[in-house]
C-alpha cells in the first residue's frame, strides 16, 4: 500500500483530534509462548492503519496545538546488530520514514522521556489512546499500563478514545484497499477450487488443508489472513471448527471458511461442495435455498438500509425458500437450520472494526453469509460472499469462486489436484 494511504488515515484521524492533544498508538509487544520462544506477532491493526509499520515495539506520537497545527513522530526499534544476527534486520528510520511517510522517526528508547515532556508541559489537554478490548479479562496491552499511570503521573490529562476514530474510518474502505481485497480474493479463488478440484471421497480435512495452504504460499510467505475453517460431514455442525482431524466420506459435503490477504486486506469466502463431486438430491435442495437467499441478498442491498436488516432478510427468505422446498414446515423455526448470521465487515480485520450501528453506504464490505445446518440429513454448509456497497447496489467481491451447483460440479470434475 502506498504511503499517502497511511498519511490520509493520519490526516483524517488528526481531523478529529481536540485541540491540545495528545495522540499515542502501540504496534504492541510480543507475547511469550514458552521458554525463549514467542507467539507470531500481529501488529495492532488500527496502528497498521494509521502507519503501515508492521513491528513490535513501535509506538506513534502526536501532537495537535491550540491552532490545530500537528506534528507527528514516530519511535522505532534501535540497531542491534547481535539481535539482528538471530532475528533479522530491524526497519531503518529511512524506511521507516518512506513506508509511513512520517517524517520524523526516533528509536523507542526516547519515546518515555519526549512523551513526559510533552505530557507535563502544560499544553496540552487531552490524551487519545486505543483502549479497546474485548474482554476485561483480555491481557494488558501498552496503551493500558499507560492508563494505569496517568492517574498518578498525568492527572490533569483527560483520555479520550482514539479507537472510536479509527473504527469511523475502517468502516469506509478505500479504492486502494478495494483493490487489494480484489488481489486477495483472485488468491482465496485459487485456494478454494484448488481444494474442489483435489477433492475425493477418504480425503482427510487436513488434507483438504494442505492444500490451501500450499496453494496461498505460491503467493507470498503471508499465507491465509485467519485461521482456516475447514470440516467434512457432521464436523460441518461445529461452526468454528479447528480440528482438522475428520475425514469425508463418499456422500459427505465439505465445509471452508477462508480466506488469503494481500497489503493487509482480508477476505472471508465460504463454500460448500459433496466431497465426491456430485450433489446428491437433499444436497441439491438445500444448497439452492442458501444459493437464491445470497442472490436475493445481493440483489437488495445498497446504501441506506440498516446492517441489522442484513441477517434479518436472509433469515426471512431463507425460511421462505426452504418452506417451498417442503424442508420447513413453520417460517418462525427457521432457528433449526440458520444457526448463525454473517454480516460482518471485513477489512485490515476478517471481523473488521467499524462503527455501530451501521447504515450501509457506499465502499462498506461486508459477509453476506448463508448457513444451512440439517442434522437429521448430516448435511450442514454455508455459502459467505464478500459484499462490496456502490452508489446504488452492491458488487460480489467473490462471486469469481465456483458458486453455482454446475460451477461447482465443473470445477471438481476439472480437477486434477493428486492428493
Ligand atoms: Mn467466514
Known sequence: MDKRFYQGNRERFYQQMKEQSLLVMFSGMEVRKTNDEYYPFYTNRNFLYLTGLDGKEFVLLAKKDSSGNVEEKVYILPPDLLKERWTGERIKPEQAAEQSGIAQVSFVGEFEAEFHRLASAGNYQYLYLDLYRVDPKDRDEPAHLLLKRMASDYPFLRVENANAIVR?????????????????????????????????????????????????????????????????????????????????????????????????????????????????????????????????????????????????????????????????????????????????????????????????????????????YHEEWGIGFRLEDNCLVTETGCENLSAITPRTIEEIEDTMQKGNWAV
Open 168 to 372: 469511523r474510518l475502517r468502516t469506509i474502505k478505500q479504492p486502494c484497499e478495494i483493490e487489494a481485497m480484489r488481489e486477495a480474493e483472485k488468491i482465496t479463488c485459487d485456494g478454494i477450487t484448488s481444494m474442489m478440484k483435489a477433492s475425493k471421497p477418504g480425503m482427510y480435512e487436513y488434507q483438504y488443508k494442505a492444500v490451501f495452504d500450499y496453494v496461498l504460499g505460491q503467493y507470498g510467505p503471508q499465507g491465509p489472513a485467519f485461521p482456516s475453517i475447514i470440516s467434512a460431514g457432521k464436523n460441518n455442525f461445529c461452526i468454528h471448527y479447528y480440528s482438522y482431524k475428520g475425514q469425508a466420506l463418499d456422500g459427505d459435503m465439505v465445509l471452508n471458511d477462508v480466506g488469503a490477504w494481500h497489503d493487509h486486506l482480508m477476505n472471508d469466502v465460504s463454500r460448500g461442495w459433496p466431497c465426491n463431486g456430485k450433489f446428491n438430491e437433499r444436497q441439491r435442495l438445500l444448497y439452492e435455498c442458501a444459493f437464491a437467499t445470497s442472490n436475493h441478498m445481493f440483489s437488495i442491498i445498497k446504501p441506506g438500509m440498516q446492517m441489522r436488516d442484513v441477517d434479518g432478510e436472509a433469515r426471512r427468505y431463507n425460511a421462505l425458500m426452504l418452506k417451498e422446498a417442503g424442508v420447513l414446515k413453520d417460517v418462525d423455526k427457521i432457528g433449526t437450520y440458520m444457526w448463525h448470521g454473517g454480516a460482518h465487515h471485513v477489512g485490515f480485520d476478517v471481523h473488521d472494526v467499524v462503527e455501530t450501528p451501521e447504515i450501509i453506504a457506499p465502499n462498506m464490505v461486508f459477509c453476506v453469509d448463508i448457513g444451512i
